[in-house]
């Protein structure tokens, strides 16, 4: 347990407020000590926006806390119960290696989840050992910094953790443990268990704990239940959209990987695509392609249904009337995220203005770079920098890129904003760099084989600002054949 006045000097400032639910809900859990932590990364800039003492997050008291072998004065960590479907089929879960350590109140007054992943064994381990390995925590570090820096709704990490200990997967790897930063851990999930596994009560309290923490305008709403799937079916309509914007592939759209507040969550076997193809998929486990990067819009409709009927007993007495609020609402998702995406596809074309036609223009476009392996990311900001002759992409050589390429110059000359201002808006909806995958396993390697983390230090840095034009090509860079058909692991 850190002492007083260390919990002073690191900045702590914990409420439990999701312990404070029915016990249903989570189970409490003494810390599970590992041999030997010690600091490998800590997230500098985020633990300063928390109210946390950056010199002192490097005591031992809070390295102890980020390994799980300490507690926060006055908190007990608790394991949160949840269930989802995976992969279409519903299964009981829960934080199996996971602990939440509480919730920290920010300068600001914000309230966020502080989690540890990889912290050992809980009560919904179901036979797994509960720890995780130094690369994937490290892989989510780079992934949920990336995401947030292009703008998009994620949980972040603030600090890992190597324990000293070495796991057993398909071979002996190093352990670690990630600390997670989320504006709550809510998922669909969490609603499906309690639809299947607690009372219409407690259902209830979960749904006003979720609408007092990440909605409370609605609370004075006439159903305000309905208001909540509402605001969650814009939230992951918008999220989907930005991931479908910059090419990110999710790998893993169980609705335990749902959020409630609209975040990223869960790195696990995610990805960026190269090439535009959307049958594109990267995880190993997906072999039917559920999650591939053009069946994540459909599957985010379908993750949302199941949130919907979770919510049914709520929505209205008369379960005939809940059904039909419960679609309505639904049926509404598509209508959002086709209009997020045109707006979307719009900006990263510099289109100001709506006209019909813009839609079959930036469809031939896509059609176009499918046809001829276009990178996605690199086709856009050659666009937008107006340097397409200076590319080695073959699509700009096409007579067929050539005619529509007319055609897209005639559309921007038709509004009232100049040229100019239409490439500096694309510079700002197309990033210049990704985390490529072969420079994020480049890193990896570099840190778990090698111990050498300036490979990974150089990564984020480039990442931290990404619609800028990175100074050296190799970060926009294709991977090489070398590299071969990428393939990504849950990292359990």
């Not at 400032?13 to 989570?26: E, G, P, Q």
């Not at 102890?64 to 300490?70: I, Y």
């Not at 190269?274 to 409709?301: C, H, L, M, W």
């Not at 000359?413 to 072969?438: C, G």
Request: net charge negative; proline share 4%.
């Amino acid at each position: 347990m850190t002492k007083s006045n260390e919990r002073n000097e690191i900045g702590w400032n914990i409420d439990t407020s999701y312990a404070r639910l029915s016990h249903s809900f989570f189970t409490e859990q003494e810390p599970n000590p590992v041999e030997s932590p010690k600091m490998i990364i800590l997230n500098s800039s985020l633990a300063q926006s928390l109210g946390l003492n950056i010199g002192s997050l490097h005591s031992e008291g809070a390295v102890s806390v980020f390994a799980g072998n300490a507690k926060i004065e006055e908190t007990m960590p608790l394991a949160q119960a949840y269930a989802g479907h995976q992969f279409g089929h519903f299964n009981m879960l829960g934080d199996g290696r996971a602990l939440l350590l509480g919730e920290q109140i920010t300068p600001k007054g914000e309230r966020v989840d502080l989690q540890l992943k990889g912290s050992g064994r809980t009560k919904y381990s179901r036979g797994g050992d509960g720890r995780a390995a130094l690369g994937p925590m490290l892989r989510e570090y780079i992934m949920s910094e990336a995401m947030h820096a292009l703008g998009i709704p994620t949980t972040r990490s603030l600090a890992v953790v190597a324990t000293g200990e070495h796991i057993i997967r398909e071979t002996e790897l190093p352990g670690a443990i990630l600390t997670r930063v989320a504006s709550s851990h809510l998922r669909v999930g969490t609603f499906e268990y309690a639809a299947n596994f607690t009372t219409i009560e407690q259902l209830k309290e979960l749904a006003d704990y979720a609408i007092n923490r990440h909605y409370p305008e609605i609370e004075a709403d006439e159903n305000k239940y309905l208001s909540l799937l509402n605001k969650v079916i814009s939230r992951q309509a918008e999220l989907i959209t930005r991931w479908q914007l910059v090419g990110f592939i999710h790998g893993v759209m169980n609705t335990d990987n749902v959020t409630i507040s609209g975040e990223t969550i869960d790195y696990g076997p995610c990805a960026f695509m190269n090439e535009y193809d959307p049958a594109t998929v990267f995880s190993s486990i997906d072999v039917q392609g559920r999650y591939a990067y053009g069946n994540q819009p459909k599957i985010g409709g379908w993750n949302l249904a199941r949130f919907a009927e979770a919510l049914i007993p709520l929505l209205n007495e008369n379960e005939e009337k809940a059904l039909e609020l419960a679609q309505e609402a639904v049926l509404e998702y598509p209508k959002m995220y086709h209009a997020n995406w045109l707006t979307g596809m719009r900006a990263k074309l510099g289109l100001f203005t709506e006209e019909e036609q813009d839609e079959v223009l930036i469809n031939n476009l896509l059609e176009m770079m499918k046809n001829h392996h276009a990178d996605y990311t690199n086709t856009f900001r050659a666009l937008a920098n107006e340097k397409l002759e200076d590319t080695n992409i073959h699509l700009f050589r096409t007579s067929e890129f050539t005619t529509w390429h007319n055609k897209w110059q005639e559309r921007l000359s038709k509004q009232e904003e100049s040229l100019t201002s239409s490439y500096e808006w694309m510079k700002k909806s197309n990033p210049a760099v990704i985390p490529r995958n072969h420079l994020v396993e480049e890193a990896l390697e570099a840190a778990v084989e090698n111990d050498n983390y300036r490979v990974m230090e150089n990564l984020l840095e480039v990442l931290s600002n990404p619609y800028k034009d990175s100074a050296e090509s190799i970060y926009c860079s294709l991977p090489p054949e070398s590299f071969g058909p990428y393939r990504t692991y849950c990292g359990t």
